[in-house]
């Protein structure tokens, strides 16, 4: 190997102290490398080389990347294969070369710094050894299950080998990535080291060549016939719990997979790339490869941005206040928190604590977080911040007094910025000297679990603030939507004419068990009935109330405004709509007295004729993005791939008809029925 062959995508280098070949990966012309055919085929040609070297004792795989390892692969393509054979033909292919992979002589090292996930693990599986970096931004895991596939390139075999099958299985059948520490502990990473350690950790296991990882006794055992017939049908009906076999099918192909050929000798293999193959033509492929891509959208917006903010000011220190104070102190910014005394500003900072508990793991790093957040009555903290971010009640006069004196505090560089859910910002920005100042950043809850954020413009907010304010939500690691000022902006405006069918539903006799259950079948992560209860009533009818000011035509439930009079507010205070015991639903059964598809098409044709007036009223500026904030924002069946999509794979035409039907069966007049437009394809 004395004269190396150059690659476009890798690099070949000779190690200046040992006997080592690294072999670095370097996607041209991408930022982060992921594998697609041109790739493989060049790794093909290097495993080769490998095959046959005689000068070096070890070989390390790394990226040369400035983040990241390998990003699985490359999405783009998959809507290239020109039929299944074809897919099926790529996954042998990448398969028989991660094969010879693992059947090198010469050891072979996964040095992994960051993200390694999809087929950039299964590359690491097949090689004898991982290193892995153990800070909080390594993340190991096998994710194509959330593409509406599963692995392809051996992953569902090797792991299981590695660490037995009911581990492998957890993790392949929900997607989750761990720590790097994680998968050192669970066995499929050799080592977590800290960063300045990880190459030297990576030669010693090159130059020395330790016993490989083997899996314990009970591990193997696991992935015994006898085993797998007795387990596989318990993890099944787990997995039922969480995912409807026809809206997502992966999962499932993996399990049965596993059950019935088990992971020793080719058919595991061949199993595993013909049913994936198969899944890529499927309907909740194409739909989940388009969310991926509309999630690379919205976390693509505001790139070029430089704005760096350090210090975050959050007035109102509520539960969504405090919570997104505590968000931003955990993703590395100073935040001062105000509130008119400290005792309610003290459940913020216990619930703080509880999240860093939960997502830092290690004392130092959460005792570094807590210190970042602090308490602030005086408002000391208004001064120096580059953002700050009203949470305050739905009150217009008093968010305009506010806004007033924070604009006389407040450096004139900073941001300042409104999480309302439903008040205009052209109705709170009347009284600055510069309304051009207010931007609206809002939160949904909770915070640390909800993806997305609206980013509002008014009609007088300056675009640069704008930029700056999705720029900000970009550093929190939240996907931003840009939203039009107008009433209940997007999500709630959307939302609202859901949640309110449902209780007519159950004005109309209707049990709440059967409601959700229809929206659930349709694939809702959870009912309408169960998510006001969740939201809290008292939520539900303040911003009902608020939208009835432009919305005339809505009716708000006199259930609903009997059950907030009575404090009867959801889940928060033990009975709404639901009663709870222990904070646990208790369930009235689903009746037969009401079609669940005659339901689901009710509930869904609101949130579609909604959806559609929001087009129309450019609240977002297309049908990709109105589909991204209900995916992101209500958890809007994914597989489904968005409202707006839904309704053109539907027929727009057709629903609308449908939807124009059922209004003026209920005395809706003809006026008030406009027709549904899109400029979507």
Same mark, same amino acid.
């Given at each position: ?8 995508? @890798? ?28 790739? =493989? ?102 994710? #194509? ?5 599963? +692995?392809? @390139? ?5 792991? *299981? ?16 990535? /761990? ?49 797998? =017939? ?137 005792? &570094?977080? =807590?210190?970042?957040?602090? *308490? ?59 309304? #051009? ?8 809850? *909770?915070?640390?679990? =909800? ?73 809702? *992560? ?30 708000? +439930? +006199? ?24 904070? &646990? ?34 609240? /977002? ?30 027929? /727009? ?23 549904? #437009?899109?400029? #979507?394809?």
């Amino acid at each position: 190997m004395s004269t190396m062959q150059t690659y476009k995508h @890798w690099r070949l280098e000779e190690d200046a102290q040992d006997p080592i070949l690294w072999v670095y990966f370097d996607k041209q012309g991408a930022s982060v490398n992921t594998i697609d055919r041109e790739v =493989m085929e060049e790794f093909a040609g290097i495993i080769e080389t490998l095959a046959t070297d005689k000068e070096h004792k070890g070989v390390i795989i790394a990226s040369a990347k400035k983040s990241g390892f390998i990003a699985g692969a490359d999405i783009s393509q998959f809507n290239q294969f020109s039929d299944i054979d074809d897919a099926v033909g790529l996954l042998r292919r990448g398969q028989k070369v991660l094969d010879s992979l693992e059947a090198l002589k010469i050891p072979v090292v996964a040095m992994i710094d960051g993200f390694c996930v999809g087929g950039g693990l299964e590359l690491a599986l097949a090689c004898h050894y991982r290193v892995v970096e153990a800070g909080t931004k390594t993340r190991l895991g096998l994710p #194509e299950v959330k593409l509406g596939i599963h +692995p392809g @390139w051996g992953g569902t075999v090797r792991l *299981p080998r590695l660490i037995g099958g009911p581990q492998a299985l957890n993790l392949i059948l929900s997607g989750h990535t /761990v720590s790097g520490k994680a998968a050192a502990k669970i066995g499929f990473a050799d080592v977590a080291v800290p960063k300045r350690h990880l190459i030297r950790a990576a030669k010693f296991y090159a130059m020395t060549k330790p016993k490989r990882h083997e899996p314990t006794f009970l591990q193997s055992l696991t992935n015994t016939k006898p085993a797998r =017939m007795l387990i596989a049908p318990f993890i099944r009906k787990q997995l039922r719990a969480k995912a409807n076999p026809l809206f997502y099918p992966g999962p499932y192909h993996v399990l049965d997979n596993w059950e019935e050929v088990g992971v020793s000798g080719e058919d595991a293999f061949k199993r595993e790339a013909r049913d994936c193959g198969k899944l890529f033509f499927s309907d909740t492929s194409h739909n989940l490869v388009r969310v991926f891509f509309l999630q690379e959208r919205l976390k693509g917006l505001a790139k070029e941005s430089h704005f760096k903010p350090k210090h975050i000011h959050v007035i109102g220190a509520g539960t969504m206040g405090g919570d997104i104070a505590a968000w931003c102190a955990a993703q590395g910014f100073n935040v001062t928190l105000q509130d008119r005394e400290p005792k309610f500003i003290a459940p913020a900072i216990k619930r703080a604590y509880v999240l860093f508990k939960d997502k830092f793991k290690e004392d130092y790093l959460v005792q &570094k977080a =807590m210190d970042r957040l602090q *308490p602030d009555t005086e408002g000391y903290g208004i001064a120096k911040a580059d953002v700050i971010i009203e949470a305050i009640f739905e009150d217009l006069a008093t968010k305009q007094a506010l806004f007033k004196k924070l604009e006389e505090e407040a450096k004139p560089t900073a941001i300042l910025a409104t999480n309302t859910s439903s008040i205009p910002l052209d109705e709170i920005n009347t009284v600055l000297q510069t309304p #051009e100042r207010l931007v609206g950043i809002h939160f949904f809850n *909770p915070v640390a679990k =909800m993806m997305l954020v609206e980013v509002v413009k008014g009609d007088r907010t300056d675009p640069t603030i704008v930029e700056h304010a999705i720029s900000f939500v970009r550093k929190l690691d939240r996907l931003p939507l840009p939203v039009k000022s107008s009433p209940g902006f997007l999500v709630n405006r959307i939302l609202m004419p859901y949640l309110l069918e449902g209780m007519v539903l159950l004005d109309e006799g209707v049990s709440a068990d059967t409601i959700d259950k229809a929206m659930v079948d349709f694939g809702m *992560p959870m009912g309408p009935v169960t998510l006001a209860d969740t939201v809290g009533l008292d939520v539900c009818l303040s911003v009902a109330k608020h939208l009835q000011q432009y919305f005339p035509d809505s009716v708000i +439930p +006199p259930r609903l405004i009997s059950l907030v009079e009575q404090g009867k507010l959801g889940r928060k205070t033990g009975e709404g709509f639901y009663v709870y015991k222990n904070g &646990k639903k208790v369930s009235n059964n689903v009746d037969d007295t009401k079609s669940l598809q005659e339901i689901s098409d009710r509930l869904v044709l609101c949130m579609l004729n909604e959806a559609f007036a929001c087009l129309r009223e450019e609240v /977002v500026s297309d049908g990709d993005l109105l589909d991204a904030g209900m995916i992101f924002g209500t958890g809007f069946a994914p597989f489904r791939g968005g409202p707006i999509h839904y309704a053109e794979t539907q027929g /727009v035409s057709d629903l609308y008809e449908q939807f124009v039907k059922l209004q003026t069966s209920r005395g809706a007049k003809a006026s008030s029925l406009h027709e549904w #437009e899109t400029t #979507e394809a």
